[in-house]
């Protein structure tokens, strides 16, 4: 360059120096200005199987009339150490009219509340003019955004009891559950029965109703619910049903609901079968024996009348009066039948050794 050249090019800077130190109407008259903008406001989503960073894109241009160094910073109005901020680039060079895109990355961490809401800035400033620095000028531009937390649904099911009922026809029994909210905000979850057309064509049936809802807090449980269940009124054989549980979000239609199962067995009525066996299937070992004893002990007493009576028949008559005077209920006395001979007895000789009725003590019975 020559020595005229440098000569210009000192008196150039010179001036621009002393337009840019000058009054602001100088300062507009030159021509010096930033502006920025971005194309939205950013959503976070955090459920936890998909919690992604959101990322806008933000335009930085110089609207003045000489090439100026462009700085680009970010503020959080109110701080939250859950969620951050960065931005790709932060500084430019810009030529007079030139404009450059970056992005501004938002991450946050998962399950935060959907109520939470941030305010923050992205301020453009013009650091300096032809290699010139011009902090005093103050010229600067600001993108004023809201950063909000999307709302996703997650619910949890608990049965009270999972056992497997066995039930007779016609049968009621409740079935309880609680539903959990693990979501971001307030939800009301929803129970019913995700195979109830199966379950009604079966036969069985809800007296109750087959759905229940509840509005449940962030992290809280219902208290317990239930659905009542009523089997069918007559089944031919055993039945064995699956009860399929289904709880979901109605803050979230794109949540995955949540399901819980219990098994049913109806047993076939047992009228026919209990007059046929008698119900004795049902007896107890106790009862059997205790029964056994009774039975065996009518045995005895009808044997022991039976002998009373051979023994009053031998005695020819007259001490049937004696024999009366048992605790017992008097048996008639029949008479001896005619016969040609006497039929075989198989207690004949069982009292051969008693010489006569005198010798046998029924006061002793």
């Keep these: 360059m020559s020595r005229s050249s440098r000569a210009v090019w000192a008196v150039g800077l010179l001036l621009a120096s002393l337009l840019l ?54 503020e959080w109005q109110d701080d939250d150490p859950r969620v951050d901020m960065s931005l790709s680039e932060d500084e430019f060079t810009l030529a007079a009219g030139a404009e450059e895109e970056f992005q501004a990355t938002f991450s946050g961490s998962p399950r935060i509340e959907a109520d939470l809401s941030l305010d923050f800035d992205i301020t453009a400033m013009i650091t300096s003019v032809m290699v010139l620095p011009v902090e005093q000028l103050n010229q600067s531009a600001t993108y004023s955004g809201e950063l909000t937390i999307a709302t996703f649904g997650m619910v949890d099911l ?90 979901t979000s109605t803050n979230d239609g794109t949540a995955d609901p949540m399901q819980s199962t219990v098994t049913v067995v109806v047993q076939a009525s047992t009228t026919n079968a209990a007059l046929v066996g008698g119900g004795l299937e049902e007896l107890s070992q106790d009862q059997i024996q205790l029964y056994a004893a009774i039975g065996g002990g009518v045995i005895v ?65």
């Design 158 to 247: 608990t049965l009270t009891d999972r056992s497997t009922r066995n039930l007779e026809v016609s049968e009621e029994v409740s079935i309880g559950f609680t539903m959990g909210n693990d979501g971001n905000a307030e939800d009301k979850i929803e129970v019913n029965i995700a195979n109830l057309a199966e379950l009604e064509s079966a036969g069985f049936s809800f007296p109750e109703g087959s759905f229940v809802a509840e509005t449940v807090m962030v992290e809280g449980t219902s208290a317990e619910r239930t659905i009542v269940l009523r089997t069918p009124s007559e089944v031919t054989e055993e039945v064995r049903m699956q009860v399929v549980f289904e709880a």
């Design 301 to 365: 007493f009808f044997l022991l009348i039976f002998v009373v009576g051979r023994l009053v028949r031998r005695s020819g008559g007259p001490e049937l009066e004696d024999v009366t005077e048992l605790d017992e209920p008097p048996m008639p006395v029949a008479a001896a039948p005619v016969a040609p001979f006497a039929p075989f007895d198989e207690f004949d000789g069982m009292f051969d050794d008693l010489d006569g009725p005198e010798e046998f003590d029924f006061d002793g019975l």
């Design 21 to 74: 130190t000058a009054a602001p109407s100088a300062q507009a008259q030159v021509g010096i200005g930033v502006q920025i903008d971005c194309d939205g406001n950013p959503e976070l989503n955090v459920r936890p199987s998909e919690n992604q960073d959101v990322v806008i894109l933000c335009t930085v241009s110089n609207s003045g009339q000489l090439e100026s160094t462009i700085s680009v910073d970010y």
